[in-house]
């Protein structure tokens, strides 16, 4: 960073679209407002809630929720299918808005992105008055909210779009952030999930302001190599830059299965389907020189989980037949969801591909599989923020009052 502005001085918003899909249905359909409704896959096929929108949540739904459960839950649910075309061109739109007012914008997903405006002669230079201006745009153009956190990083910028949602802005000063940071629970740190959490809890740590407590060496004695990020972001530093050309880490495809494998073989069986959409999915991202590692990914009937992976540079049959043997090998459950992938890395050698092996062919695993379609009525619907789709809340346009609950411009 040294050619960019300190920490403090930088400028980020983290613009994220009120429950993504949901709001475009409701957008499209205004019969739809006020009703709870769920866009992903069928109950009866075992899909998922890809994102619902607030009525739904009031009954507990959330994404990745089990479809069935949610009508459980609320019997009069709506379900609509993902409509992935329609969301790319509004997501297009509202990034394109985004860049009329700085280069640096990082797309996480179809719903949200990072954008530094520090350089920004934009409002005055204003990255509050830039936050707003883009959300009212959307509003205009799109026809959907957004919701954005306005702050010196990407770490804060982040958890301020979500303080006020939906269609809300929250702003984090720089001399504000000391204390904003000191009281956020540590659920809310990036990389801290139930078990982490859980963890921090029985050693009495419930706030950034216990963790700061703990000095780095004491945090990577309990969390390992997470301990010193721990320590950076309970303090507020995140020096990470917005990066407009954010490489992709892995690639991968994945199905819930309406009835369960209940054999190695009938894994085998769909793993040649999943094979012939990975292949699909990796040439359209141009990532063929790019594979370091492959993985298969199995859920079992009782839902628990697990992951096999290698080494590898080519997509060999052989070798995603070891990988599943060896996940398969690990639970005597039936097989709910199976998955395959690749993780990316450096462009690979010619040598380095000669070298690797295990890239014979296997019976009856075929290689040369007629190209299927993504969208088969069985698959789920990623949830929003898979590679696919995006990630988030809801909101109906104009349902909420929009509450820019901020101060200053952070810098």
């Not at 009120?18 to 475009?24: G, L, T």
């Not at 892995?250 to 054999?263: A, F, G, M, N, P």
Request: charged residues 25%.
């Amino acid at each position: 960073m040294s050619d960019s502005p300190s920490s403090a001085n930088r400028k980020i918003i983290h613009c994220d679209c009120d429950c993504f899909y949901a709001s475009i249905e409701m957008r499209d359909d205004p019969s739809l407002r006020g009703r709870p409704l769920a866009v992903g896959g069928r109950p009866e096929g075992r899909g998922v809630v890809a994102t619902c929108n607030y009525e739904a949540r009031h009954f507990g739904i959330h994404s990745a929720m089990p479809m069935a459960h949610a009508l459980r839950l609320c019997p009069e649910l709506l379900i609509l299918p993902p409509a992935m075309e329609k969301y790319r061109i509004a997501s297009n739109q509202i990034q394109a808005i985004m860049l009329e007012y700085s280069e640096l914008m990082e797309p996480l997903s179809l719903d949200e992105a990072y954008l530094d405006v520090t350089g920004s002669d934009r409002c005055q230079g204003s990255a509050t008055l830039i936050a707003r201006e883009i959300r009212a745009r959307v509003f205009e153009q799109v026809g959907i909210t957004v919701s954005a956190g306005v702050a010196p990083n990407k770490f804060l910028a982040k958890i301020a779009s979500d303080w006020n949602k939906p269609d809300g802005m929250f702003v984090v000063r720089p001399v504000d952030v000391a204390d904003f940071v000191s009281q956020l629970p540590v659920k809310k740190l990036h990389g801290v999930g139930k078990v982490t959490a859980a963890r921090m809890h029985s050693l009495g740590i419930e706030t950034c302001a216990d963790l700061q407590t703990w000095t780095p060496e004491a945090l990577t004695r309990v969390f390992g190599s997470f301990g010193d990020r721990l320590h950076q972001l309970s303090h507020g530093i995140d020096d990470r830059e917005v990066n407009p050309t954010r490489e992709r880490k892995s690639i991968s495809v994945e199905t819930t299965y309406v009835r369960d494998l209940r054999s190695l073989e009938a894994c085998r069986v769909e793993m040649g389907e999943l094979l012939a959409q990975l292949r699909k999915r990796i040439a359209r991202a141009q990532a063929g020189d790019t594979m370091h590692k492959l993985f298969v990914k199995l859920r079992f009937a009782d839902f628990s989980r697990t992951t096999a992976e290698c080494v590898a540079h080519t997509l060999a049959p052989a070798r995603v037949e070891r990988l599943l043997r060896e996940a398969h090998g690990r639970s005597s459950k039936s097989v709910r969801l199976m998955g395959v992938g690749i993780r990316l890395g450096p462009p690979v050698t010619q040598f380095e591909l000669f070298q690797e092996p295990g890239n014979e062919p296997v019976p009856d695993m075929v290689d040369d599989i007629a190209e299927v379609d993504d969208a088969e009525a069985r698959h789920a619907a990623p949830p929003e923020g898979a590679d696919d789709a995006p990630s988030n809340d809801a909101a109906t346009p104009g349902a909420a009052a929009s509450s820019d609950r901020s101060g200053a411009d952070p810098a």
